[in-house]
């Protein structure tokens, strides 16, 4: 009986994408951070599966946080990379990042992490 549940946990973990969630931070850890600081907000998508397949490739997937929000009809879900104490920092690590994952810089958003806590607090996050 052991040995199902364990055998089922495994299965679960391997279809539910838990080593995405294990490497990539939550909505949780961005409520910690200093609101004073700044975030890169990298992509707004209708499914989590799309940010997966942004971060999947980097070499520094604990740079990404992730949280959801509501649309107006659906729940959307975001990706941020990094904390940056001036917004000038995060300015500068723009085209980098954008590099890293396959985006043009001008998609990034610099974005004061107060106003990315207000969001996270709107939405129950998963």
């Known amino acids: 009986m052991v040995l199902s549940r364990t055998l089922c946990l495994v299965l ?3 279809f ?3 080593t995405y969630a294990q490497s990539v931070r939550d909505a949780e850890w961005l409520l910690r951070q200093n609101p004073n600081a700044f975030t890169l907000q990298l992509v707004t998508l209708s499914n989590a599966t799309g940010l997966a397949q ?3 490739n980097h070499q520094s997937p604990e740079g990404f946080a992730r949280f959801r929000v509501q649309g107006q009809d659906q729940l ?3 990706l941020t990379y990094g904390v940056y104490e ?3 920092q995060a300015e500068l690590a723009r085209a980098e990042v954008a590099s890293a994952v396959g985006l043009a810089p001008e998609q ?3 974005r ?4 990315v806590q207000r969001a ?3 939405t129950l996050q998963q």
């Open 86 to 88: 001036q917004a000038g």
């Open 112 to 115: 004061r992490l107060a106003s």
């Open 54 to 56: 942004v971060t999947e």
């Open 76 to 78: 959307l879900y975001v």
């Open 12 to 14: 679960l973990c391997c």
């Open 16 to 18: 539910a994408g838990l």
């Open 120 to 122: 996270v607090r709107t």
């Open 108 to 110: 990034l958003w610099v």
